[in-house]
């Protein structure tokens, strides 16, 4: 399966909490652990849409026991940040149940990097927030809803920036 990662970031991806705590230092970065899922994206970047992003094997998907590993892995006592990122984590089958278990593993800031679809969903949104979601990483292409839409292969750009305004309010 091709890794668009280099080899540190991968390194990074696959790295224990303590482990990855440390790499975050090493490079002068806010420490935090973090959970990579991969899943299918439901987007069609024309830059990033290959097997592996848009389509992925059932086996491939990250299953649950990685990242209750992560959840749960050691970690300095004072490391209470939680990176989510992926394919698309919102689309993961646990991401309700990743972000339910972030609090009681003793996470109390939880940054999202997601495609910002789901923001839109008031319900989605109000939940995530109590559940400890204090930023998101969403990416806009264009700040025309057409460029921005061809180049995702989706017509999503009203949806992500009413989830983005949601977010902001």
Do not use: K
Not at 48 to 70: F, H, K, L, M, Y
Request: charged share 15%; with cysteine; glycine share 8%.
């Amino acid at each position: 399966m091709p890794c668009q990662e280099d080899g540190a970031l991968h390194q990074f991806m696959m790295a224990d909490p303590a482990r990855q705590v440390q790499m975050l230092r090493a490079w002068r970065l806010p420490e935090a652990v973090a959970v990579v899922v991969v899943n299918a994206c439901a987007n069609q970047c024309f830059f990033c849409a290959q097997p592996g992003t848009i389509s992925v094997r059932p086996d491939d998907i990250t299953p649950w026991a990685r990242i209750e590993a992560q959840l749960g892995g050691p970690r300095p006592p004072e490391v209470t940040r939680l990176m989510i990122g992926g394919n698309e984590p919102t689309l993961h089958p646990e991401f309700e149940r990743l972000m339910a278990g972030a609090a009681p593993a003793g996470f109390t800031e939880i940054d999202l990097m997601t495609s910002g679809m789901a923001l839109a969903d008031e319900a989605n949104l109000t939940r995530w927030i109590g559940q400890g979601l204090s930023s998101v990483a969403v990416p806009l292409y264009a700040a025309d809803a057409a460029l921005h839409d061809e180049i995702t292969g989706a017509v999503c750009f009203d949806t992500i920036t009413a989830g983005l305004d949601a977010a902001h309010a």
